[in-house]
Protein backbone atom coordinates (compact mmCIF):
# COMPACT_ATOMS: atom_id res chain seq x y z
CA UNK A 1 0.00 0.00 0.00
CA UNK A 2 1.18 3.67 -0.81
CA UNK A 3 2.02 5.16 1.90
CA UNK A 4 5.44 7.67 1.39
CA UNK A 5 5.33 11.11 0.49
CA UNK A 6 8.86 10.61 -0.77
CA UNK A 7 11.75 8.31 -0.94
CA UNK A 8 15.21 9.23 -1.06
CA UNK A 9 17.77 6.93 -2.72
CA UNK A 10 21.78 7.06 -0.54
CA UNK A 11 21.67 6.76 2.84
CA UNK A 12 25.16 8.61 3.50
CA UNK A 13 24.99 11.10 6.25
CA UNK A 14 23.59 14.03 3.97
CA UNK A 15 20.75 11.74 3.03
CA UNK A 16 20.24 10.31 6.70
CA UNK A 17 19.97 13.62 7.77
CA UNK A 18 17.34 14.94 4.83
CA UNK A 19 15.19 11.67 5.48
CA UNK A 20 15.26 12.88 9.28
CA UNK A 21 14.51 16.12 9.08
CA UNK A 22 11.97 15.43 6.34
CA UNK A 23 10.31 13.23 9.29
CA UNK A 24 9.97 16.12 11.52
CA UNK A 25 7.88 17.84 9.76
CA UNK A 26 5.12 15.83 9.05
CA UNK A 27 6.64 14.31 5.93
CA UNK A 28 6.26 9.95 5.91
CA UNK A 29 9.87 9.31 4.02
CA UNK A 30 11.03 5.77 2.30
CA UNK A 31 14.55 5.04 2.61
CA UNK A 32 16.50 3.02 0.33
CA UNK A 33 20.12 2.53 -0.01
CA UNK A 34 22.38 0.50 -3.15
CA UNK A 35 23.35 -1.34 -0.26
CA UNK A 36 20.42 -2.59 1.66
CA UNK A 37 21.95 -3.57 4.93
CA UNK A 38 22.61 0.21 5.08
CA UNK A 39 18.62 0.71 5.38
CA UNK A 40 17.90 -1.65 8.07
CA UNK A 41 21.03 -0.09 9.95
CA UNK A 42 19.43 3.43 9.44
CA UNK A 43 15.81 2.41 10.29
CA UNK A 44 17.39 0.47 13.69
CA UNK A 45 19.67 2.89 14.52
CA UNK A 46 19.14 6.80 13.75
CA UNK A 47 15.76 6.59 11.82
CA UNK A 48 14.31 4.52 15.22
CA UNK A 49 11.08 5.51 17.20
CA UNK A 50 10.33 7.54 13.72
CA UNK A 51 7.82 7.47 10.64
CA UNK A 52 10.91 6.94 8.42
CA UNK A 53 10.02 3.29 6.55
CA UNK A 54 12.56 1.10 4.38
CA UNK A 55 12.44 -0.72 1.14
CA UNK A 56 14.43 -3.71 -0.16
CA UNK A 57 14.16 -2.91 -3.22
CA UNK A 58 13.58 -0.01 -6.01
CA UNK A 59 10.44 -1.82 -6.84
CA UNK A 60 9.38 -1.97 -3.45
CA UNK A 61 10.25 1.71 -3.27
CA UNK A 62 8.51 2.48 -6.01
CA UNK A 63 5.14 0.54 -4.77
CA UNK A 64 5.40 2.29 -1.41
CA UNK A 65 5.01 5.81 -2.99
CA UNK A 66 2.16 8.30 -3.19
CA UNK A 67 1.37 9.20 -6.58
CA UNK A 68 2.37 11.51 -8.24
CA UNK A 69 5.73 9.76 -7.24
CA UNK A 70 8.38 12.07 -5.66
CA UNK A 71 11.92 10.43 -5.52
CA UNK A 72 15.31 12.33 -4.36
CA UNK A 73 18.86 10.75 -5.11
CA UNK A 74 21.49 11.74 -2.87
CA UNK A 75 24.21 9.94 -4.64
CA UNK A 76 27.81 10.79 -6.32
CA UNK A 77 27.75 12.85 -9.22
CA UNK A 78 28.39 11.48 -12.68
CA UNK A 79 27.46 7.99 -14.11
CA UNK A 80 25.85 7.43 -10.60
CA UNK A 81 22.57 9.75 -11.17
CA UNK A 82 22.52 8.31 -14.68
CA UNK A 83 22.41 4.68 -13.51
CA UNK A 84 19.92 5.08 -10.96
CA UNK A 85 17.88 7.08 -13.78
CA UNK A 86 17.76 4.38 -16.07
CA UNK A 87 16.75 1.87 -13.42
CA UNK A 88 13.82 3.73 -12.31
CA UNK A 89 12.64 5.19 -15.36
CA UNK A 90 10.99 1.41 -16.14
CA UNK A 91 9.20 1.13 -12.95
CA UNK A 92 7.90 5.27 -13.02
CA UNK A 93 4.67 6.40 -14.86
CA UNK A 94 4.01 9.80 -16.36
CA UNK A 95 3.94 12.70 -14.39
CA UNK A 96 6.36 11.13 -11.59
CA UNK A 97 9.19 13.29 -10.20
CA UNK A 98 12.83 12.62 -9.63
CA UNK A 99 14.84 14.59 -8.20
CA UNK A 100 19.20 15.21 -7.96
CA UNK A 101 19.89 16.75 -4.82
CA UNK A 102 23.47 15.96 -5.35
CA UNK A 103 26.53 18.41 -7.30
CA UNK A 104 25.92 17.51 -10.31
CA UNK A 105 26.83 19.64 -13.16
CA UNK A 106 24.77 21.82 -14.75
CA UNK A 107 24.95 20.51 -18.65
CA UNK A 108 24.09 16.91 -16.94
CA UNK A 109 20.97 18.42 -15.22
CA UNK A 110 19.92 19.68 -18.57
CA UNK A 111 20.58 16.91 -20.91
CA UNK A 112 18.43 14.64 -18.08
CA UNK A 113 15.30 17.13 -18.26
CA UNK A 114 15.12 16.72 -22.01
CA UNK A 115 15.45 12.76 -21.92
CA UNK A 116 12.88 12.53 -19.18
CA UNK A 117 10.60 15.00 -21.01
CA UNK A 118 10.78 12.71 -24.09
CA UNK A 119 9.58 9.82 -21.39
CA UNK A 120 6.65 11.96 -19.55
CA UNK A 121 8.62 12.03 -16.96
CA UNK A 122 9.75 15.23 -14.36
CA UNK A 123 12.92 16.05 -13.54
CA UNK A 124 14.29 18.12 -10.63
CA UNK A 125 18.08 19.08 -9.94
CA UNK A 126 18.29 20.86 -6.54
CA UNK A 127 21.60 22.73 -5.17
CA UNK A 128 21.70 21.76 -1.43
CA UNK A 129 23.73 23.86 0.89
CA UNK A 130 24.42 23.80 4.40
CA UNK A 131 26.20 20.38 4.51
CA UNK A 132 25.61 17.86 7.02
CA UNK A 133 23.73 20.02 9.59
CA UNK A 134 21.96 21.98 7.25
CA UNK A 135 20.39 18.44 5.93
CA UNK A 136 19.44 17.95 9.23
CA UNK A 137 17.66 20.96 10.37
CA UNK A 138 17.45 23.48 7.58
CA UNK A 139 19.08 23.62 4.94
CA UNK A 140 19.11 26.34 1.23
CA UNK A 141 17.50 24.75 -1.71
CA UNK A 142 17.58 25.70 -5.01
CA UNK A 143 15.46 23.38 -7.45
CA UNK A 144 15.48 24.10 -10.72
CA UNK A 145 14.45 21.75 -13.69
CA UNK A 146 10.64 21.03 -15.13
CA UNK A 147 8.33 23.46 -13.69
CA UNK A 148 5.23 21.20 -13.47
CA UNK A 149 7.16 19.52 -10.87
CA UNK A 150 7.25 22.27 -8.16
CA UNK A 151 3.62 22.26 -7.27
CA UNK A 152 3.73 18.83 -6.01
CA UNK A 153 7.73 19.62 -4.01
CA UNK A 154 7.23 22.75 -2.76
CA UNK A 155 5.43 22.14 0.35
CA UNK A 156 7.91 19.57 1.62
CA UNK A 157 11.25 21.79 0.05
CA UNK A 158 9.76 24.95 2.18
CA UNK A 159 9.31 22.71 4.96
CA UNK A 160 12.51 21.69 5.07
CA UNK A 161 14.64 24.94 3.92
CA UNK A 162 16.37 27.09 6.69
CA UNK A 163 14.54 30.51 7.16
CA UNK A 164 15.22 33.86 7.42
CA UNK A 165 14.44 36.48 10.55
CA UNK A 166 11.04 36.75 8.34
CA UNK A 167 10.13 33.03 8.34
CA UNK A 168 10.64 33.17 4.51
CA UNK A 169 12.12 29.91 3.47
CA UNK A 170 15.53 29.79 1.97
CA UNK A 171 14.28 28.05 -1.05
CA UNK A 172 12.04 29.42 -4.03
CA UNK A 173 11.96 27.60 -7.97
CA UNK A 174 15.07 28.80 -9.43
CA UNK A 175 14.04 28.27 -13.04
CA UNK A 176 14.33 25.83 -16.11
CA UNK A 177 16.57 22.92 -16.71
CA UNK A 178 19.48 23.10 -14.81
CA UNK A 179 19.19 26.64 -13.54
CA UNK A 180 19.37 24.80 -9.59
CA UNK A 181 22.44 23.45 -10.02
CA UNK A 182 23.72 26.43 -12.06
CA UNK A 183 23.46 28.11 -9.02
CA UNK A 184 24.85 26.10 -6.75
CA UNK A 185 27.62 25.88 -8.66
CA UNK A 186 28.05 29.83 -8.45
CA UNK A 187 27.48 29.53 -5.09
CA UNK A 188 30.16 27.45 -4.25
CA UNK A 189 32.30 29.25 -6.68
CA UNK A 190 31.42 32.40 -4.16
CA UNK A 191 32.26 30.00 -1.19
CA UNK A 192 35.93 29.30 -2.74
CA UNK A 193 36.50 32.53 -3.06
CA UNK A 194 35.75 33.20 0.57
CA UNK A 195 38.01 30.72 1.28
CA UNK A 196 40.67 31.89 -0.56
CA UNK A 197 40.74 35.15 0.74
CA UNK A 198 40.83 33.70 4.51
CA UNK A 199 43.60 31.74 3.28
CA UNK A 200 45.46 35.20 2.30
CA UNK A 201 44.51 36.48 5.48
CA UNK A 202 45.42 33.65 7.51
CA UNK A 203 49.32 33.94 5.75
CA UNK A 204 49.26 37.47 5.71
CA UNK A 205 48.86 37.36 9.69
CA UNK A 206 51.29 34.19 10.36
CA UNK A 207 53.91 34.71 7.82
CA UNK A 208 53.92 38.93 8.21
CA UNK A 209 52.59 39.77 10.91
CA UNK A 210 53.87 36.48 13.24
CA UNK A 211 50.33 36.48 14.58
CA UNK A 212 49.91 33.03 16.97
CA UNK A 213 46.87 31.08 16.51
CA UNK A 214 45.39 32.53 19.30
CA UNK A 215 45.68 35.99 18.22
CA UNK A 216 44.59 34.86 14.60
CA UNK A 217 41.52 33.45 16.73
CA UNK A 218 41.14 36.54 18.21
CA UNK A 219 41.12 38.21 15.15
CA UNK A 220 38.60 36.44 13.64
CA UNK A 221 36.39 36.54 16.28
CA UNK A 222 36.54 40.43 16.28
CA UNK A 223 35.75 40.33 12.84
CA UNK A 224 32.70 37.77 13.29
CA UNK A 225 30.89 40.36 15.06
CA UNK A 226 30.97 43.37 12.09
CA UNK A 227 29.89 43.06 8.23
CA UNK A 228 32.06 39.78 8.09
CA UNK A 229 29.79 38.19 10.10
CA UNK A 230 29.37 34.52 8.50
CA UNK A 231 29.84 30.91 8.78
CA UNK A 232 32.92 30.47 7.16
CA UNK A 233 34.75 33.21 9.64
CA UNK A 234 33.31 31.73 12.75
CA UNK A 235 34.56 28.45 11.96
CA UNK A 236 37.87 29.68 10.58
CA UNK A 237 38.13 31.10 14.20
CA UNK A 238 37.35 27.64 15.99
CA UNK A 239 40.02 25.64 13.36
CA UNK A 240 42.35 28.27 15.15
CA UNK A 241 42.17 27.94 18.82
CA UNK A 242 41.58 23.77 18.01
CA UNK A 243 44.24 22.27 19.94
CA UNK A 244 45.60 18.39 19.43
CA UNK A 245 46.01 15.62 21.61
CA UNK A 246 49.41 17.14 22.71
CA UNK A 247 48.13 20.67 23.47
CA UNK A 248 49.51 22.06 20.29
CA UNK A 249 47.54 23.61 17.67
CA UNK A 250 46.41 21.23 15.31
CA UNK A 251 46.22 23.58 12.31
CA UNK A 252 50.31 23.85 11.22
CA UNK A 253 49.80 19.72 11.32
CA UNK A 254 47.33 19.77 8.48
CA UNK A 255 49.38 19.80 5.05
CA UNK A 256 48.67 22.89 2.97
CA UNK A 257 46.69 21.70 0.07
CA UNK A 258 42.90 21.05 -1.06
CA UNK A 259 41.08 19.64 -3.38
CA UNK A 260 37.76 19.95 -4.88
CA UNK A 261 34.46 18.20 -5.96
CA UNK A 262 34.32 20.72 -9.77
CA UNK A 263 31.80 23.12 -8.82
CA UNK A 264 34.91 25.50 -8.40
CA UNK A 265 36.34 24.53 -11.72
CA UNK A 266 32.87 24.37 -13.76
CA UNK A 267 32.47 28.08 -12.44
CA UNK A 268 35.69 28.94 -13.46
CA UNK A 269 34.75 27.08 -16.99
CA UNK A 270 31.49 28.62 -17.20
CA UNK A 271 32.64 31.86 -16.33
CA UNK A 272 35.14 32.08 -19.72
CA UNK A 273 32.65 30.56 -21.58
CA UNK A 274 29.93 33.69 -20.70
CA UNK A 275 33.10 36.31 -20.71
CA UNK A 276 32.40 36.90 -17.16
CA UNK A 277 35.71 37.72 -14.74
CA UNK A 278 35.74 35.39 -11.73
CA UNK A 279 39.44 36.56 -11.26
CA UNK A 280 39.43 35.25 -7.49
CA UNK A 281 38.28 31.77 -7.68
CA UNK A 282 40.54 31.23 -11.39
CA UNK A 283 43.94 30.50 -12.23
CA UNK A 284 44.87 33.87 -10.95
CA UNK A 285 44.69 32.86 -7.67
CA UNK A 286 47.89 31.22 -7.92
CA UNK A 287 49.34 33.58 -9.13
CA UNK A 288 48.72 36.37 -6.65
CA UNK A 289 49.53 34.13 -3.89
CA UNK A 290 53.19 33.36 -5.75
CA UNK A 291 53.83 36.80 -6.02
CA UNK A 292 52.51 38.00 -2.39
CA UNK A 293 55.32 34.81 -1.25
CA UNK A 294 57.97 36.57 -3.57
CA UNK A 295 57.30 39.91 -1.76
CA UNK A 296 56.50 39.11 1.84
CA UNK A 297 60.60 36.57 1.43
CA UNK A 298 62.09 40.01 0.09
CA UNK A 299 60.47 42.06 3.40
CA UNK A 300 61.96 39.15 5.20
CA UNK A 301 65.29 39.61 3.36
CA UNK A 302 65.65 43.10 3.98
CA UNK A 303 64.33 43.05 7.76
CA UNK A 304 67.64 40.43 7.87
CA UNK A 305 65.43 37.68 10.13
CA UNK A 306 62.63 35.87 10.01
CA UNK A 307 60.26 37.78 12.82
CA UNK A 308 59.56 40.71 11.72
CA UNK A 309 58.23 42.63 14.66
CA UNK A 310 54.85 45.11 14.07
CA UNK A 311 52.71 47.41 16.20
CA UNK A 312 49.46 47.47 17.72
CA UNK A 313 47.82 48.48 14.09
CA UNK A 314 48.79 44.98 12.74
CA UNK A 315 44.80 44.26 12.72
Known amino acids: MAQADIALIGLAVMGQNLILNMNDHGFVVCAFNRTVSKVHDFL ?23 KPRR ?26 IIIDGGNSEYTDTTRRCKSLKEKNLLFVGSGVSGGEDGARYGPSLMPG ?24 PCCDWVGDEGAGHFVKMVHNGIEYGDMQLICEAYHLMKDVLCMDHGEMAQAFDQWNKTELDSFLIEITANILKFKDADGTHLLPKIRDSAGQKGTGKWTAISALEYGTPVT ?25 KRNVKFNEKKK
Open 44 to 66: NNEAKGTKVIGAESLEDMVSKLK
Open 71 to 96: IILLVKAGQAVDDFIDKLVPLLEPGD
Open 145 to 168: GHKDAWPHIKDIFQSIAAKVGTGE
Open 280 to 304: LIGKIQSCVICQVRVCFSVIVDIEG
